[in-house]
């Protein structure tokens, strides 16, 4: 492993031990054996190191590839339930640390969410996320409702918005409740929310 690495690792080991990122430089240098000056080389400060870890197991993991999500095929029903499989999966493997053995990727969330906020760029990453996400659903929508699979009773912002709060919340309650597994939870809601938003003769 790189010596940047191991310092955005070993650090984020301490906050999760800590529950904080109220962690110093010479924490950082006992737990790494490198001494200040070799970190400093690294990193000008400690909101350089606290920037980059947010960056890296923060900010990469709220990212998803829309572009790959749009190359699932299927029905309508195949690519809305893929595509949301495939960010669940993504989210519950988290980032890949390679110095921190059973951690909960949720562990790594609740020390990093208060700066990954405090991070300028975390709101519009979030907000871009999920207008891409509504964008997504409401092509396969559209399309699932020329297609007479998908309702069209209801204007298709509402079935969007419908699938986006499904999706959210299984997302809340997996980091904020610690419900065991987001792709059981969705699995056991999909059937539903489709028979919901399903066409109807």
Do not use: C
């Amino acid at each position: 492993m790189d010596t940047k690495k191991l310092i955005l690792e070993k650090t984020l080991k301490l906050m999760i031990k800590k529950q904080n990122s109220l962690v110093s430089i010479r924490e950082i240098s006992d737990a790494t054996g490198i001494a200040t000056g070799g970190i400093y080389y690294y990193f000008p400060s400690k909101k350089d190191i606290y920037n980059e870890i947010t960056e890296r197991y923060f900010v990469d993991y709220v990212k998803f590839d829309i572009d790959k999500l749009r190359q699932i095929n299927g029905n309508a029903k195949e690519k809305i339930h893929d595509v949301m499989a495939e960010i669940f999966k993504h989210m519950q493997a988290g980032i890949k640390i390679e110095t921190i053995e059973d951690v909960d990727y949720r562990e790594v969330l609740g020390v990093l969410t208060a700066n990954g906020f405090a991070y300028e760029n975390s709101p519009e990453i979030y907000q871009i996320q999920i207008k891409d996400l509504k964008d997504l659903f409401t092509e396969i929508i559209r399309e699932g409702q020329n297609n007479r699979q998908i309702r069209q009773d209801i204007p298709t912002e509402d079935l969007v918005d419908s699938l986006i709060i499904m999706f959210l919340g299984i997302q809340y309650n997996w980091e904020i409740y610690w419900t065991e597994d987001m792709i059981s939870t969705f699995e056991d809601h999909f059937d539903l929310e489709w028979e919901k938003i399903r066409f109807r003769e």
